[in-house]
């Protein structure tokens, strides 16, 4: 194969994978809770116990400036519950800016090996410095000391200005001694939609998604299921 390196087209139109067979369907019958958060629980724990899979916890987080101009990156999830879904990072970072202007967030996870993505739209709001402080702390040193090495999303002049950094705060703060930054901390994304999506070869997908119902809506019983704790769940076409 010949490459030209300033023009050169790759074709990757027939790589795909074998997703679910139809003898392995999700269907309303096989949700485990009638509402997202013990459902999302549920699958959340077939993925621990799937070892193909390395970090479950592995989320995408999409969020937009005033105009909605997206951003999209990786973080960890570090907890969750009726309460909403949680991550911590930088506040001063890109996504932490476009936070402070803009609450609105999308999150992704997708758990290849077992042909399953969950998305979930919420509103997300910085968690206690109570709540930041003890995640902080639990946290093991060198990762206490590189997240305050770093000025997140920053332009830096090299590596060796994070090394720099990074040596003078390990000679300052001894292990056991180190104090959260005011500027990094956790939040807390409460969901209004929850879809739990599971792949089929054929294209099938199937899709369940649960939401909070809008003020004064009238439901369409054919469509729209009740669910638990103010939730309503329906099927969207793949
Ligand atoms: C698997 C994975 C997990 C990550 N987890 C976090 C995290 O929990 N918090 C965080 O601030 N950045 C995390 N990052 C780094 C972010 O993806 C991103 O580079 C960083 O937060 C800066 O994003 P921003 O400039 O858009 O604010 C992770 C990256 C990967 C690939």
């Not at 309460?83 to 930088?90: A, D, H, I, P, S």
């Not at 369940?208 to 019983?221: G, Q, S």
Request: hydrophobic share 35%; aromatic share 10%.
């Amino acid at each position: 194969m010949s490459v030209r390196k300033d023009n050169y087209t790759v074709d990757i139109g027939d790589m795909r994978i074998k997703y679910k067979d139809k003898s392995e369907t999700f269907t309303e019958d096989n949700l485990i809770s009638k509402e997202p958060i013990g459902q999302f629980k549920a699958w959340f724990e077939e993925v621990c116990n799937t070892p193909q899979i390395l970090e479950p916890n592995a989320m995408f987080l999409a969020t937009a400036t005033r105009d909605g101009v997206p951003s999209l990156r990786a973080v960890l999830l570090k907890g969750f519950g009726t309460e909403g879904f949680k991550f911590y990072t930088n506040y001063d970072s890109r996504k932490g800016h476009e936070l402070a202007e803009n609450p609105h967030v999308a999150l992704t996870f997708y758990w290849e090996a077992l042909r399953r993505s969950v998305r979930i739209e919420g509103i997300a709001k910085k968690t206690s410095a109570e709540d930041s402080d003890r995640y902080f702390q639990s946290r093991p040193y060198a990762n206490q000391i590189g997240s305050m090495s770093s000025k997140q999303s920053s332009v830096i002049a090299s590596r060796q200005t994070l090394i720099v950094k990074e040596r003078e705060l390990l000679a300052k703060f001894p292990e056991g001694q180190v104090k959260r930054p005011d500027c990094w901390g956790g939040y807390l994304v409460v969901p209004h939609v929850v879809e739990f999506w599971q792949g089929q070869s054929d294209r099938l997908h199937d899709r369940i998604r649960f939401r909070r119902t809008k003020p004064n809506e009238k439901i369409d019983n054919i469509l729209v299921h009740k669910g638990e704790n103010g939730w309503v769940y329906e099927r969207l076409s793949p």
